[in-house]
């Protein structure tokens, strides 16, 4: 699933496109991805002005000038893909298409269908269900060493899980979370209480310099994710631990005690990390 730098990818890339451009025709080729799309999405959408975008999370909204917001989810698969309008062909599993004044075609291609298209209000945004109880956001200024040391203080599950909890925090994900406990020398097992202060502290400083450093990169492509011009991600290249069981640590060059980095389990997901540099007494 895309985590928080490929869904920023995706929307500082859809709003070059988008934002005061006006919705020429929309096209509904599937009524329901995860859920059914809302009846008469096209006839609400047509003809409205694209006011501005922002993200939520691993959610995309996008404002019109009518005074509603488009929410749109990536899912599992999900991707943008954005061309000239001019002669371009529908491709398979394109289930939505934007079409702008300015001559853009924006599809929604969702091959397994676990995204999500829906239209609210915009004052309703904040209230909608899927995002009412999301955390906090990890590039936002209140993301804080005294904020996250209050949302890790008490929770008895390891940091690892606690951290994907969208409810806490919002837009982490498997990859990130894997790469910033590794970074900040914090073992995934520990339990989120446990967790030293001064660990709490490297943790609140790597976990916006990695996801700023994967935007940069835009975002990282193992499976389906791919940019809306269809190219691939290039954070995937610079992952220190996600993906690279029996590799050598790149922090324990030459260390006999280091036997590399390992993959475990936790809540049905796999878990990369480097025994000697996470120690759990660290």
């Known amino acids: 699933m895309p985590e928080l730098p490929e869904v920023e990818t995706v929307l500082r890339e859809l ?10 025709r929309v ?12 009846k008469g999405f096209a006839s609400r959408t047509e003809r409205r002005k694209v006011v501005s975008l922002r993200r939520r999370g691993k959610y995309i909204l996008i404002r019109l000038d009518s005074d509603d917001s488009i929410l749109l989810h990536l899912g599992m698969s999900g991707r943008i893909r954005i061309m000239r309008a001019e002669g371009v062909d529908f491709v398979r599993h394109e289930h939505v298409v934007l079409e702008t004044d300015g001559g853009l075609h924006i599809g929604f291609v969702d091959p397994r269908r676990f995204g999500a298209l829906d239209l609210m209000p915009t004052t309703d945004e904040d209230m909608h269900p899927l995002l009412a109880k999301i955390g906090l956001e990890p590039l936002g200024p209140d993301f804080t060493t005294t904020r996250l040391a209050a949302l890790l203080r008490g929770r008895k599950g390891p940091i690892k ?8 925090i919002a837009g982490l994900g498997n990859i990130y979370v894997c790469e910033a406990l590794f970074r900040a020398g914090i073992h995934p097992e520990i339990r989120a209480c446990d967790v030293a202060a001064d660990a709490v502290v490297r943790l609140a400083a ?57 993959r475990i389990v936790q809540a049905g997901r796999s878990t990369f990390y480097c025994p000697q540099r996470q120690h759990p007494a660290s």
Do not use: M
Not at 27 to 38: A, E, F, K, Y
Not at 210 to 238: C, H, M, P, V
């Open 206 to 262: 790597v976990i916006p310099v990695i996801l700023e450093n994967a935007i940069a990169a835009g975002g990282s492509s193992l499976r389906d994710y791919a940019r809306t011009d269809g190219k691939s991600g290039g954070f995937q290249d610079l992952h220190q631990v996600y993906g690279r069981e029996h590799e050598a640590c790149p922090d324990c060059p030459g260390q006999p005690l280091c036997a590399g980095i390992r």
């Open 161 to 168: 899980t606690v951290l994907l909890d969208q409810r806490l």
């Open 27 to 38: 096209i509904v080729r599937r009524d329901s991805l995860r859920w059914p799309i809302p």
């Open 15 to 24: 709003r070059a496109a988008l934002e005061g451009q006006t919705l020429r």
